[in-house]
């Protein structure tokens, strides 16, 4: 019976257990379940900013409405792969100083009123911002009918992209508003005394004339200075915020650049040669080389002297309608032909009347007024009279429109093709970029015989058969190549020119090539010893016209470089430090030996370098660069007097001031305006600075783009 019992509760206890690890696993399930939505919202998480998540799709839902206003801003219709990314980085900022600064605004009780916000977009001033939107293009200032059939027309959009437009200016007008208010309280809490802006005048009147002599630090041997392990980390561990590391990784790789083959080339010249009767039948020089050449047609006229290469030689002496060539330039491979022949002048002297459309609709206007002014000038109307009243280039009008004399290859075409194909006293109109203009020739210069050559080209480029083959080596070096290990004795062994990248986590663009952000994205996601891999599982990164094949060799993560890592830097730095000392003693001993800045350099075999017109507020050392720690000492010291050695940033001096000069600039009050003005300007940026980097903000765009 007690056995029985002991069963009993044996068995209760292994059915307690049974039945507890079913409702742990039924949790955990449950748990997994939801906790599925759960990882996937922490897979979305592209920022943290001071505690608060920024999820990805709502981050580019703020990106692409930024991206309308930009739209709606320049008139585009689509941007480009650039735009976006800066229209990203803008958001990001964006969000970083609001959730930077919302709780500063809201402890301070910093807030923008309703009232206040209407009146900064409709009242009597309305906000800068709205200022610049709503111009009248005509007059170029502030139109309020503007403003307001803008407003009227709003809800009337039936997209909703000018209410989304509307609301984004309210927003950042809003955000100005607070942050101007915070700058002021911040501002108005600062102050320049008097007597700071009287020393400050001083400093900046008083002016030095000094000679100085300089020993660089090279001048010492590195074997003549001796340092220790304990010395070098004694250095780093009293400067290691110097050795602060951003987040990076290290790649190396091999790069088979596409480049057209041999067979490329004769394809290109056959092209070129098959197409060359056809070019000489033609009637239309400029439509025919247009229509089948890799560049357009010029319509330029050359002296002799201003033609190069092949055709220099032939084109003078060859007949209108006669083609040259197939010739190569460099990987491209020509025909020219002789369009014709003109005597035309070197130079020309003109005036012009400007007239601009404002806009497509008042092209008929201006086409018009100019044809107008084209009629009573050739009735004998005072030109440079109408050129002040009527021209839209100020520049000229205030001179009749004269435009002095002009070579080719100054004006836009149009303009100069009319110029010099007139003859004197001609007065035409032609219509360029800027609008219509009205010219008349006063003068020519002196004519020569020029040619204009109609030249068809063709590039030679890399064929798919090429592109082809050069995927192949690439594919056949990756395949025999699966770590890092053999990459880098394949490339030893292959004698290829292996080539190093330094990545940060978003750059988009490596060691010059563009459109590598795959490249960089693979090489967050490897790890050291790693062959990269692309999206879709290649080892091959296709960018511009190179195969890549790229190993991992190193990735450093966001803190302090280890001892290691920078031991020889902190190596050069110690050296340095004494280095300097050393050469401190020595430079005492010869000015203590000679007493005079001439008698040093003699001693020291160094020249004796002069330098004017200094104060404590200069930037540099002429001949020696920035060095504060010398201007700072010589700005101080009386005349005649001889400083003892000052250890610089590029070497130790010894300097004497020859003459103290001063100013008489007595102006206090204006000084202390400028000491408060470049106070507030700093504190406002520098404030910001010190509230965000109090924070933690976690930046994972780079997993997204």
């Known amino acids: 019976m007690a056995t029985l019992q002991k069963i ?62 930009y739209k709606m801003n320049t008139g585009q219709t689509a941007l480009d792969d650039n735009t976006w990314m800066q229209l990203r980085e803008q958001t990001f900022q ?23 916000l209407a009146d900064m977009v409709q009242g009597s001033n309305p906000h800068p911002i709205i200022q610049q ?35 984004y200016l309210e927003d950042q007008i809003f955000n100005d508003r607070l942050q101007t208010k915070y700058n002021n309280l911040l501002s108005k809490g600062l102050y320049i005394t008097k007597s700071e802006a009287q020393s400050s005048l001083e400093a900046k009147n008083r002016q030095v004339d000094m000679m100085y002599v300089k020993q660089t630090f090279n001048t010492i041997p590195d074997s003549l200075v001796q340092v220790t392990d304990n010395e070098l980390k004694n250095y780093y561990e009293a400067n290691k915020e110097d050795y602060k590391q951003g987040e990076s990784r290290r790649i190396e790789y091999v790069s088979f650049d596409v480049v057209p083959s041999a067979s490329d080339d ?107 002014l084209e009629t009573v000038v050739n009735k004998g109307a005072n030109f440079a009279k109408l050129a002040e009243q009527y021209s839209e280039d100020k520049g000229s009008a205030v001179k009749g429109g004269d435009l002095g004399w002009f070579k080719k290859n100054q004006m836009v075409k149009p303009f100069e093709k009319a110029c010099f194909t007139a003859k004197r006293g001609d007065v035409v109109v032609v219509q360029s970029r800027f609008g219509f203009h009205l010219i008349k020739v006063e003068r020519v210069g002196k004519t020569t015989k020029q040619v204009q050559i109609a030249t068809l080209d063709r590039t030679v480029e890399a064929s798919s058969q090429t592109y082809q083959d050069f995927y192949a080596k690439a594919s056949k070096f990756s395949s025999e190549n699966r770590d890092a290990e053999a990459f880098k004795n394949a490339i030893t062994e ?13 750059d988009r663009v490596v060691n010059g090539m563009q459109h590598a952000r795959m490249l960089v994205r693979s090489a967050y996601k490897a790890e050291p010893g790693e062959i990269l891999m692309s999206g879709e599982g290649s080892p091959i990164f296709e960018i511009g016209n190179s195969f890549i094949v790229s190993t991992l060799v190193q990735a450093k993560e966001e803190g302090y470089s280890s001892f290691e890592e920078v031991k020889a830097r902190v190596e050069l730095k110690v050296k340095k430090e004494k280095k300097g000392a050393l050469l401190a003693e ?112 976690v930046d994972d765009r780079a997993r997204f783009y």
């Open 8 to 69: 009993r509760n044996q068995a209760g206890l292994l059915i307690a257990i049974i039945i507890g690890m079913a409702l742990v696993a039924f949790i955990l399930g449950d748990m997994l379940k939801s906790g599925s939505s759960l990882m996937r919202s922490k897979q979305m998480e592209i920022a943290d900013i001071n505690g608060e998540t920024i999820d990805y799709r709502e981050f580019q839902r703020q990106v692409e409405e930024l991206g309308e206003v």
């Open 94 to 116: 964006t969000l970083v100083r609001t959730y930077v600064m919302g709780d500063v605004y809201e402890n301070l009780g910093l807030g923008v009123t309703s009232n206040e």
């Open 133 to 167: 939107i709503f111009r009248n293009p005509n007059t170029g200032q502030f139109d309020r009918t503007f403003l307001l059939q803008f407003l009227k027309n709003r809800d009337l959009d039936p997209s909703g992209r000018q209410r989304a437009y509307w609301m």
């Open 266 to 372: 004769a394809d290109t010249k056959k092209w070129v040669e098959d197409i060359k009767q056809e070019f000489a039948d033609a009637k239309d020089n400029a439509q025919f080389v247009n229509l089948n050449s890799d560049n357009q047609f010029e319509d330029v006229f050359f002296k002799e002297t201003e033609l190069k290469g092949e055709v220099a030689g032939w084109a003078f002496t060859a007949n209108e309608g006669d083609v040259y060539g197939p010739y190569k330039e460099g990987n491209v491979w020509k025909l020219t032909k002789i369009s014709s022949f003109e005597n035309l002048p070197d130079s020309v002297k003109a005036r012009h009347i400007l007239i601009q459309p404002k806009g497509q609709a008042d092209v008929a206007r201006a086409q018009a007024l100019v044809d107008s």
């Open 494 to 506: 292959q004698k290829l020119n292996k080539r190093i990248a330094i990545l940060g986590k978003s």
């Open 586 to 697: 020595k430079m005492k001993k010869a000015k203590d030996a000679t007493n005079t800045i001439e008698g040093l350099g003699v001693e020291l075999k160094a020249n004796v370098q002069e330098a004017n017109n200094i104060n404590f507020n200069s930037y540099s050392l002429p001949g020696s660069g920035n060095e504060p720690a010398v201007i700072g000492t010589v700005s101080k010291l009386a005349e005649g007097t001889i400083s003892n050695p000052i250890i610089g940033k590029n070497g130790v001096y010894v300097v004497e001031v020859k003459a103290v000069k001063s100013l008489d600039d007595s102006d206090v009050d204006a000084e202390q305006m400028r000491l408060a003005q470049s106070l507030a300007y700093r504190t406002n940026y520098q404030a910001f600075q010190v509230l965000k980097d109090a924070v933690e903000i």
